[in-house]
């Protein structure tokens, strides 16, 4: 039974009726920044089983948050992807995340895939008052065999640090680093010589511009 079915009107209860069940919004989260194969989603949403994903993506669906796409390949590969309005639903992991940060312990375990570091990193943008030079971040989940690298690019948008998948053309410098190694450089306070020494983050290029996109974040979650 809804929170519908028992007659209570209160939207967000019955948003909760949509998107309120375990790994519902974890799903969510990995389609946000483009599609992916059910083969994907299985590999990020980590401790969930082939029969619960099915019925997860089969319910975000029926609530038109998803739909199944063909992706431009020569097999014309089946995914996922988020429609219009479930793309609203960002804002909604973004406040929950600053929410969680507020608490009275704000530290986690455990680690983070490609997509849900650089949401953490949208949701955390700093400000960059003189601007930013277009620079790239590859990004892996070293937790995975032989682990797929995705990319995304970083630049500034209405003076916000802002970041969007897909690769850059002609970058500054290059970023590629695990996404669980790379929050801990950007929120956990390690430093970046650290995580190079370690293998776990490796600097191509103008490593004065990422050393100021480390220092942007952590100016902006000191306070937290």
């Known amino acids: 039974m809804t929170y519908a079915h028992h007659g209570d009107a209160c939207r967000a209860a019955n ?21 992916k194969r059910f083969a ?16 997860r993506l089969r319910s975000l669906r029926q609530a038109g ?18 429609t219009e309005w479930g793309r609203g639903l960002e804002s909604v992991l973004a ?3 600053r929410w969680y940060s507020s608490g009275p312990d704000p530290r986690t375990s455990g680690g983070m ?40 690019r970083l630049t500034t948008v209405n003076g916000l640090l802002d970041v969007q998948p897909g690769a850059a053309v002609d970058p500054v410098a290059t970023v ?5 190694a790379w929050s801990e450089v950007l929120f ?9 020494r370690a293998g776990t983050v ?9 050393l100021g996109v480390v220092r942007l974040y952590l100016t902006a979650v000191a306070p937290l």
């Open 113 to 152: 895939t490609p997509d849900a570091m650089v949401l953490a990193m949208r949701t955390m943008a700093p400000p960059v008052p003189e601007g930013l030079p277009l620079t790239a971040l590859r990004l892996y989940d070293a937790r995975q065999p032989d682990p797929p690298v995705r990319d995304y």
């Open 176 to 180: 590629t680093t695990d996404s669980t």
């Open 188 to 196: 956990g306070g390690l430093p970046l010589t650290d995580a190079e």
């Open 95 to 97: 406040s929950l995340g």
């Open 202 to 210: 490796r600097v191509e290029g103008d490593r004065d511009t990422v």
């Open 15 to 35: 948003a909760l009726d949509l998107v309120g069940d375990r790994w519902t919004l974890i799903v969510v989260r990995e389609l946000l920044l483009g599609p």
């Open 40 to 55: 994907d989603l299985q590999d990020a949403v980590r401790g969930i089983t082939p029969a619960v994903l099915s019925d």
């Open 65 to 82: 948050i998803i739909d199944q796409v063909t992706l431009p390949d020569l097999a014309r590969t089946r995914a996922y992807a988020v």
